[in-house]
């Protein structure tokens, strides 16, 4: 079989459509027969010259367009096209010729890869254009009528699809002309949105009276004035949708795009947008669960630290730590839901007690605190016995039975006139708290300076000597709590297992992580004790059966400063080197949400040094700032675990359904897996299975870790 080997230059020579080869300097190469045909002009009388040299235009102004093109191909390096280009020129003979193009002007690169020329592509469309009128003026041959009435039903058809897919725009489109906003064009998702009312040839001002006070049409304005095209992302608007009925609120996504005429003059707007009501509305949704105490409605613990870092001014600013006494007897004896009841009607005493200037919070548990900006001691002192009174005269009742609650606490100033920083201040109003309820409590206590007792409780409390000495001592105990798959996996050989901690004081008492934790953060411990806690799981790990090893994996928590520490990469490595059994890919670190956005590009950093040796990655607490599903994708995450409070009101409020849905999904489009947090019923088990869920902490037993591991490698 002969290979057929093609004729470049016989297949441009013979090609039907029109083409020249210029360079860079627009200077004719090359043209085939077609092109002599409609330029009038032979290849002989081209060669080496420039294209606007032959053919200047019959004015100067039908250059610019076409020059625009070839400038913009010789600085781009990509094809531009001409759609309708209006270019005259003489031919040979001397006779003007008018003609309409299209123009394609495509790059040509040599072998190297530079730019060498252009083809440039013009086709006489002057027939198509002018239609029956060019027609009537010079009498075409039947076939050529024929094609021309052709191509025109084909436009006809295109012209009619175009306003098919317009009407059809998923987006709500409208075109106004002139000053005074006149309305031309608008598809049916415009009139959705502002109601079926008749505006094509009237004025925005006229048909949409209510958007004018709303400052729409001031913004109109500006762009028609301007030529500045305007954007707004989930804009208020309300509108009259239906005649005589109040105005709807609505929530839109807005662009007004100026208009230009040839001469660049403004001469209408182009409108387009989206009603995204339904997802600003969830979004509103989210952001308020995600900033306030699902059982009270008040601001949770991490919108009231972000509230307090907000606080401007000089002060004095007041602190109030509040915490219920004999709230226990309640719960214990009648159950969590007399309870959540009892904190609910706390909450609303406490709320009408605080007045518009307080920001109240719900720490967690029964302790609530109150921000007082730009309050001095002795008001902030007279609030509290406010407080402390009105509680003390809640009659609540459960099951006929009534019981009493008091409440302790604690007072502190702070502000740039005095020596209290605000985390000084957290911890006197605390520590203050505390010795109210230790005097007695239903007491207030004022947190100062010269206060011997506060000064020795804040060392108690503060006392960070302990875990000192656990660490060096060797007391700190490692536990695994399991994470199982909802669906076990066929073939799954993987059982992951999340590292916990515990401190074993002198006496052999074991104390829970909130007993050392905060301290270990607020006092600048949290670096040692998370290197601690590392090095011991990864001893740990490397200490298994090789068998053993190929089998678990480990979720070990880090903080935010740990993570972003400048020396932590490098212990890792050198942890690494003296541990070589380690393998990376079967440890994942844990990270808050908080904590991971607060320095996004740090923590990214970071996550990628350590991912480099094959760490993996687990977003904790995902959810508890919902703002952040932008940064996701900027963070190489393998595992999303989401927070305790939307998993727990799963199956029953739909908002926080949609919520762990929502994460699933986007997870799943991410590539990575999700655990749900706080699964500690079936109910909610089951209410998961369908939503996307992979993993749950469900088992809330936790096992010292030797003891668990010595058991599986049994297994």
């Not at 009498?139 to 021309?148: C, Q, R, Y």
């Not at 209290?420 to 708290?433: F, K, Q, S, V």
């Not at 999904?665 to 089951?686: D, G, N, P």
Request: charged residues 25%; contains cysteine; negative net charge.
């Amino acid at each position: 079989m002969t290979l057929f080997k093609p004729d470049y230059a016989a297949i441009f020579g013979a090609w039907p459509s029109p083409a020249a080869i210029l360079d860079s300097e627009l200077r004719y190469v090359a043209c085939n027969g077609a092109y002599e045909t409609v330029s009038y002009h032979r290849f002989e009388d081209l060669f080496g010259k420039a294209l606007f040299e032959v053919f200047p235009g019959g004015d100067g102004g039908q250059q610019d367009a076409l020059a625009q093109s070839f400038r913009h191909v010789l600085h781009t390096m990509r094809p531009h096209h001409l759609s309708s280009t209006r270019y005259d020129f003489s031919a040979r003979d001397g006779r003007n010729v008018e003609r309409i193009w299209t123009v394609s002007n495509i790059p040509l690169f040599s072998p190297s890869g530079d730019l060498a020329g252009i083809l440039h592509c013009p086709l006489d469309i002057t027939r198509l254009s002018k239609g029956d009128q060019y027609q009537a003026a010079q009498p075409a041959k039947t076939d050529e009528a024929l094609v021309v009435r052709a191509a025109q039903s084909v436009l006809n058809s295109e012209s009619a699809r175009l306003q098919e897919l317009f009407h059809q725009a998923p987006g709500f489109i409208c075109v106004l002309e002139g000053p005074r906003h006149v309305y031309s064009l608008a598809n049916d998702a415009y009139y959705q949105l502002v109601g079926h009312r008749e505006i094509i040839g009237h004025e925005l001002a006229d048909v949409l009276p209510e958007v004018v006070s709303q400052g729409f049409l001031s913004k109109l304005d500006r762009v028609f004035q301007t030529g500045e095209p305007f954007i707004g992302r989930a804009m208020h608007i309300e509108l009259q949708r239906i005649p005589e009925a109040p105005l709807e609120t609505r929530y839109i996504d807005l662009i007004y795009q100026p208009i230009l005429s040839a001469s660049r003059d403004v001469t209408g707007i182009f409108v387009q947008g989206h009603d995204v009501t339904e997802a600003y509305t969830l979004a509103q949704e989210v952001a308020f669960q995600a900033a306030h105490d699902a059982l009270t409605g008040l601001l949770n613990r991490r919108e009231f630290a972000r509230r307090i870092g907000q606080v401007e001014g000089q002060g004095p600013h007041a602190l109030l730590y509040m915490d219920l006494d004999h709230f226990k007897i309640v719960n214990d004896r009648c159950g969590h839901a007399a309870g959540d009841s009892l904190l609910k009607t706390v909450s609303d005493v406490l709320a009408m007690r605080a007045g518009t200037e307080a920001v109240l919070a719900r720490l967690g548990g029964d302790e609530f605190a109150i921000l007082l900006p730009n309050c001095g001691s002795d008001a902030a002192v007279t609030l509290a016995h406010q407080m402390r009174q009105a509680v003390r005269a809640i009659n609540f009742i459960w099951n006929g039975r009534r019981y009493g609650v008091t409440l302790s606490v604690g007072v502190a100033t702070f502000g740039e006139l005095q020596e209290n920083t605000i985390d000084d201040a957290l911890g006197h109003a605390d520590a203050a708290c505390f010795l109210a309820k230790e005097a007695g409590r239903d007491r207030v206590k004022l947190a100062l300076p010269s206060d011997d007792e506060l000064r020795r409780q804040l060392t108690e409390m503060d006392n960070v000597t302990r875990l000192k000495e656990a660490i060096r001592e060797d007391r700190i105990m490692l536990f695994a709590q399991r994470i199982d798959p909802i669906v076990p996996a066929k073939g799954a050989d993987i059982t992951r297992f999340e590292i916990l901690c515990r401190l074993r004081d002198t006496e052999g008492t074991v104390v829970p992580p909130s007993g050392f934790i905060p301290a270990a953060e607020r006092f600048g411990m949290i670096e040692a004790l998370d290197r601690h806690i590392v090095a011991k799981a990864f001893g740990h790990f490397s200490s298994l059966p090789t068998e053993v090893r190929a089998r678990v994996g480990f979720f070990i928590n880090l903080s935010g400063i740990t993570l972003g520490a400048p020396g932590f990469l490098s212990y890792i490595e050198r942890l690494l080197e003296d541990m070589p059994n380690v393998n990376a890919a079967r440890i994942c670190f844990e990270v808050t949400e908080t904590a991971a956005i607060s320095d996004i590009r740090g923590s990214a950093a970071a996550m990628r040094g350590l991912a480099a040796y094959g760490f993996r990655f687990a977003l904790d607490d995902f959810g508890s700032g919902m703002a952040t599903f932008a940064y996701l994708q900027q963070l190489p995450v393998q595992f999303v675990k989401i927070e305790g409070d939307f998993v727990r009101a799963s199956p029953t409020n739909e908002a926080s359904r949609i919520i762990v849905e929502s994460v699933a999904r986007l997870a799943a489009c991410m590539k990575m897996e999700v655990i749900a947090e706080a699964v500690e019923t079936s109910e909610i088990l089951e209410a998961l299975r369908p939503l996307g869920v992979q993993y749950t902490d469900r088992d809330t037993r936790c096992t010292g870790l030797k003891i668990l591991t010595a058991r599986y490698a049994r297994a």
